[in-house]
């Protein structure tokens, strides 16, 4: 009889293929349990993962693969009374080999669902060399920012200094002084996000945080928006003139004046992220148009123009400042994603 000839192999019943599927994933440990916590059925990748062979281990209590930190304050048992009373417990940490090496293991706990059966089966992965990464990531980042945090510091020290020994007017030294600080608060609100961006919201409660002193004074409105590293520091820089120009001549200037601040996300027709951003006063002292531009102005405009085209309209209405800015919001990385989106439009 030829090949072709030759009739298709038998089905598979459902539990060789169960046990295959369990045989043949080296890298899960696979395991059942009674209700107390007794190991049951070992896979060929529990032993492989944790050292423990089947005879040893089936029999075993899988609190055994806890640390012991975790056992004394009672980890394991807690992880069974969530599957007693949700169905499942899922589970990330360090657990122990046999030959007491520590390993980390992402992983569920689950009741079997059979009328005929009361058991648990728990399932996991090895992930020791991404958790190690993951730190190895962390320990650098922090070691980064400990020592970005200290430049700001010398930094701010030596102009201080320096511009006191010249006779510089105090006045100048100040906003210099505050521009630094307002670098510094740019920096640790991406500290807090592991310098992966910074949520708009938070730098604007960051900037406007002490002039609220409990009172109806400001007004702020928005979506959530997620900004790239260097948009936080350039949005940071913008918030600080315009609170420092409010606080000084403009509508925090004076009792009866407040400040609305408000903010818009929207895709355009290649699916680039775009934000519109309005500051606006009420209520201060009369505005005029200034004579000429102050360093501030110019401050806010290079800022915004130096991180891809940005755009800020002053707007010197006799009832209160008034700042509008637009910009786009997509990182490098999403530029081919986009090129591909505009050729198909333009096509």
């Known amino acids: 009889m030829s090949p072709d000839e030759q009739s298709p192999p038998d089905p598979l019943s459902d539990a060789r293929v169960a046990q295959l599927v369990i045989e043949n994933a080296?890298?899960?440990?696979?395991?059942?349990?009674?209700?107390?916590?007794?190991?049951?059925?070992?896979?060929?990748?529990?032993?492989?993962?944790?050292?423990?062979?089947?005879?040893e281990a089936i029999g075993m209590d899988f609190a055994v693969l806890f640390t012991t930190s975790d056992r004394s304050a009672g980890r394991h048992r807690a992880e069974l009374e969530r599957v007693w009373r949700d169905g499942r417990a899922e589970d990330s940490r360090w657990h122990l080999r046999k030959n007491g090496e520590r390993f980390w293991a992402n992983g569920v706990t689950m009741a079997i669902q059979a009328p005929d059966m009361a058991a648990l089966i728990k399932v996991f992965r090895d992930e020791t060399r991404h958790r190690l990464a993951e730190e190895q990531r962390v320990l650098l980042l922090n070691e980064l920012n400990h020592r970005i945090n200290n430049t700001l510091v010398t930094v701010q020290s030596l102009v201080e200094q320096t511009?006191?020994?010249?006779?510089?007017?105090?006045?100048?030294?100040e906003d210099l002084t505050a521009r630094l600080m307002a670098l510094s608060q740019a920096h640790?609100?991406?500290?807090?996000?592991?310098?992966?961006?910074?949520?708009?919201?938070?730098?604007?409660?960051r900037a406007l945080e002490p002039y609220e002193a409990g009172e109806a004074r400001l007004e702020v409105d928005g979506p959530p928006v997620w900004v790239s590293p260097q948009q936080a520091v350039s949005l940071?820089?913008?918030?600080?003139?315009?609170?420092?120009?409010?606080?000084?001549?403009?509508?925090?200037?004076?009792?009866?004046?407040r400040v609305c601040v408000s903010w818009n996300l929207y895709h355009d027709e290649d699916g680039q992220r775009h934000m519109t951003f309005l500051w606006e006063e009420r209520g201060g002292p009369p505005v005029e148009?200034?004579?000429?531009?102050?360093?501030?102005?110019?401050?806010?405009?290079?800022?915004?123009?130096?991180?891809?085209?940005?755009?800020a309209r002053m707007e010197f209405d006799p009832e209160g400042l008034r700042c509008t800015i637009a910009m786009a919001l997509s990182s490098p990385a999403e530029a081919p994603v986009l090129d591909v989106a505009r050729a198909?439009?333009?096509?």
């Open 344 to 347: 198909r439009r333009e096509s």
């Open 163 to 173: 511009l006191r020994a010249t006779d510089v007017d105090g006045a100048v030294r």
């Open 236 to 257: 940071t820089l913008v918030l600080h003139e315009l609170v420092t120009n409010a606080v000084k001549y403009g509508a925090l200037s004076t009792p009866e004046g």
């Open 26 to 55: 080296l890298d899960y440990a696979i395991f059942t349990l009674d209700l107390t916590g007794r190991i049951t059925s070992w896979s060929p990748g529990a032993e492989r993962i944790t050292g423990y062979g089947a005879a």
């Open 188 to 205: 640790r609100s991406l500290v807090e996000q592991n310098w992966a961006g910074a949520q708009l919201a938070a730098i604007v409660e």
């Open 289 to 311: 148009t200034p004579s000429r531009r102050g360093f501030g102005s110019r401050l806010i405009e290079r800022s915004l123009a130096a991180d891809g085209g940005g755009q």
